[in-house]
Nanobody, 121 residues
Framework: VQLQASGGGLVQVGGSLTLSCAAS????????MGWFRQAPGKEREFLAM????????YYADSVKGRFTISRDNAKNTVYLQMNSLKLEDTAVYYC???????????????WGQGTQVTVSS
């Protein structure tokens, strides 16, 4: 199983960025997909998750209204659209796949390698 996250980079405060995560080696449409992030010295933080068909989503309060998770099962890809970025959004962002509808990191079976997002002033 491989989850390949991409799309990270350097963006200014207030800017936007879209992350992608391409999955292979698993039945993508059978997994809840989630996005997490981890800043230096901090624990991994849940951001968003999306159900198997994409019909349901759930967000952490810290990103609700600014971030949007979506998926394309035909392309085995999950996305995270990030708007109105803040300095505190700087972190390594990870995609992950879970067999259950959970927001805890320990519930996720597979993880991508992470992509760095840096928000500058």
């Amino acid at each position: 199983v491989q989850l390949q996250a991409s799309g990270g980079g350097l963006v200014q405060v207030g800017g936007s960025l879209t992350l992608s995560c391409a999955a292979s080696g698993l039945t993508f449409s059978s997994y809840t997909m989630g996005w997490f992030r981890q800043a230096p010295g901090k624990e991994r933080e849940f951001l968003a998750m999306i159900s198997l068909s994409g019909g349901s989503t759930y967000y952490a309060d810290s990103v609700k209204g600014r971030f949007t998770i979506s998926r394309d099962n035909a392309k085995n890809t999950v996305y995270l659209q990030m708007n109105s970025l803040k300095l505190e959004d700087t972190a390594v962002y990870y995609c992950a796949a879970a067999r259950k509808w959970r927001q805890t990191a320990i519930s996720y079976d597979y993880w991508g390698q992470g992509t760095q997002v840096t928000v500058s002033s």
